[in-house]
């Protein structure tokens, strides 16, 4: 008789300990999309400042190959740490900074190079920069939904990034936005 009014009060008590575990589930879930959110924006953050930095030491020579290859190191690297997050939901403030962050490192890369002159290297190296901002955004997109169309819309001018043979990236803004652009 001990020993089942044991395993009912045992079978009780195992429910109570469910209960007080969830609000400490939530918790931790809650403090894991914060540092993910923060580890989001610090992304983005050490993304731009690799892009000035090389764009710091961009000289339009005829052999601006390497330069852009900079750029482009930054964003795979950019690329790699997303990859290794879930979703995030940002706030809004976060959100701005985020997107003037992304479009700036597009922008300032995309008027730098377009001042470079044309060689073999620097068609090819603007070409696999395409590429990879490509991988960027979508990878980007997946982590911090609804953000390319905030990113799309401070993007400057979509003829440079056409002119540098970044026609991966200005489609996307022009898919996002519904511009039509008659060159």
């Known amino acids: 008789m001990n020993l089942r009014i044991f395993s009912f009060v045992l079978f009780f008590l195992?429910?109570?300990?469910?209960?007080?575990?969830?609000?400490?589930?939530?918790?931790?879930?809650?403090r894991d999309m914060e540092k993910r959110a923060a580890a989001v924006v610090d992304v983005i953050a050490k993304l731009s400042n690799d892009v000035?930095?090389?764009?710091?030491?961009?000289?339009?020579?005829?052999?601006?190959?390497?330069?852009?290859?900079?750029?482009?190191?930054?964003?795979?690297?950019?690329?790699n740490s997303l990859e290794r997050m879930?979703?995030?939901?940002?706030?809004?403030?976060?959100?701005?900074?985020?997107?003037?962050?992304v479009a700036d490192a597009i922008n300032n890369a995309?008027?730098?190079?377009?001042k470079?002159?044309?060689?073999?290297?620097?068609?090819?190296?603007?070409?696999?920069?395409?590429?990879?901002?490509?991988v960027f955004l979508n990878v980007f997109g997946i982590i911090?939904?609804?953000?390319?169309?905030?990113?799309?819309?401070?993007i400057i001018d979509l003829r440079i990034l056409l002119s540098?043979?970044?026609?991966l990236i200005a489609n996307i803004f022009i898919n996002l936005l519904g511009i039509v652009i008659i060159l």
């Open 14 to 30: 195992s429910f109570g300990l469910f209960a007080v575990a969830s609000p400490l589930d939530v918790d931790l879930e809650a």
């Open 52 to 79: 000035n930095g090389a764009l710091n030491s961009f000289v339009a020579t005829a052999d601006a190959g390497p330069n852009i290859n900079s750029i482009t190191n930054a964003f795979v690297t950019a690329t």
């Open 86 to 101: 879930g979703p995030v939901f940002l706030s809004n403030a976060d959100k701005n900074t985020v997107a003037k962050g």
């Open 110 to 114: 995309a008027t730098h190079i377009s």
């Open 116 to 134: 470079a002159p044309r060689s073999v290297a620097s068609i090819t190296a603007a070409v696999l920069l395409d590429a990879q901002i490509r």
């Open 144 to 154: 911090v939904v609804g953000i390319l169309g905030l990113i799309a819309r401070l």
């Open 164 to 167: 540098i043979h970044l026609v």
